[in-house]
């Protein structure tokens, strides 16, 4: 079982190692999701989000989440064959955790030091945190 703590990590980068983890066997659990950043201009960003927001019916779906643990959870998904048995299982084995709880506070808490957003050239990026607002999610307000 591996612990990620996903404070300042690119999620897209994060994602993909992550979801090679997954589909290996191995269990991992993120920790920090709302302090994990996505990189480009806000404009831009906010308006993708807004875009797959969109798609759809409010009653039938496709539902986009607005907790930034279950946006982290959904991006990881994206980077597993979601339509294959295997892909579904290893997407079992990954959970995802605003802040961290009692039960990871005393374990060893890994980091990712190729999706780190200190590599980035420019400073355009925005966290997961500021976008779950934006969606309106209850946990901050």
């Excluded at 302090?35 to 039938?60: E, F, Q, S, W």
């Excluded at 982290?72 to 579904?88: D, E, N, S, T």
């Excluded at 084995?93 to 999706?115: D, Q």
Aim: proline share 4%; aromatic share 8%; net charge positive.
């Amino acid at each position: 079982m591996k612990i990620i703590d996903a404070k300042d990590l690119i999620v897209g980068r994060m994602a993909n190692q992550v979801a090679k983890l997954a589909l290996a066997g191995e269990k991992v659990n993120i920790i920090n999701c709302e302090k994990a950043v996505i990189t480009g201009t806000r404009k831009n960003i906010l308006a993708k989000i807004k875009h797959k927001r969109d798609i759809g019916d409010p009653y039938k779906g496709p539902f986009f989440p607005r907790m930034p643990d279950r946006l982290v959870r959904r991006m990881i998904r994206g980077m597993l064959p979601w339509k294959k048995a295997r892909g579904r299982e290893a997407f079992k084995r990954v959970m995802c955790y605003i802040g961290v709880p009692e039960k990871f506070a005393n374990e060893k808490i890994e980091t990712i030091e190729a999706a780190d957003y200190s590599r980035l050239k420019t400073a355009k990026y925005l966290r997961v945190k500021d976008i779950s607002i934006m969606l309106g999610a209850k946990w901050m307000q």
